[in-house]
Nanobody, 127 residues
Framework: QVQLVESGGGLVQAGGSLRLSCAASGRTFTNYAMGWFRQAPGKGREFVAAINWSGGRTDYADSVKARFTISRDNAKNTVYLQMNSLKPEDTAVYYC????????????????????WGQGTQVTVSS
């Protein structure tokens, strides 16, 4: 049984930083790319970032590029999202998800391409 457990969310002032973690278990971590999505109040879930199996390739939504960094530690079965220069519009529940392939593609920005999801962690950025 695959489990993804996010942590690291919280309340931060605009301009601050947070690092989210997602610990995975249940199947071979290095067989899958990983992604982060977020859902703001009253909005649909949107793609944030993705990373391939080795960490050698990443992809970001334009809204977070140059502010957020996705990384993974395959020895710890964990994926991270370092969020800097946070803005109030970054306020959302953040979800990690496990992709259905090792490699990123055009589909890695699509929710339906991910097989497993964490429960989410709340990030609130105050102005």
């Amino acid at each position: 049984q695959v489990q993804l457990v996010e942590s690291g969310g919280g309340l931060v002032q605009a301009g601050g930083s947070l690092r989210l973690s997602c610990a995975a278990s249940g199947r071979t971590f290095t067989n899958y790319a990983m992604g982060w999505f977020r859902q703001a109040p009253g909005k649909g879930r949107e793609f944030v970032a993705a990373i391939n199996w080795s960490g050698g390739r990443t992809d970001y939504a334009d809204s977070v590029k140059a502010r957020f960094t996705i990384s993974r530690d395959n020895a710890k079965n964990t994926v991270y999202l370092q969020m800097n220069s946070l803005k109030p519009e970054d306020t959302a529940v953040y979800y990690c998800a496990q992709y259905r392939s090792l490699f990123l593609s055009d589909r890695s920005r699509m929710e339906a391409s991910y097989d497993y999801w964490g429960q989410g962690t709340q990030v609130t950025v105050s102005s």
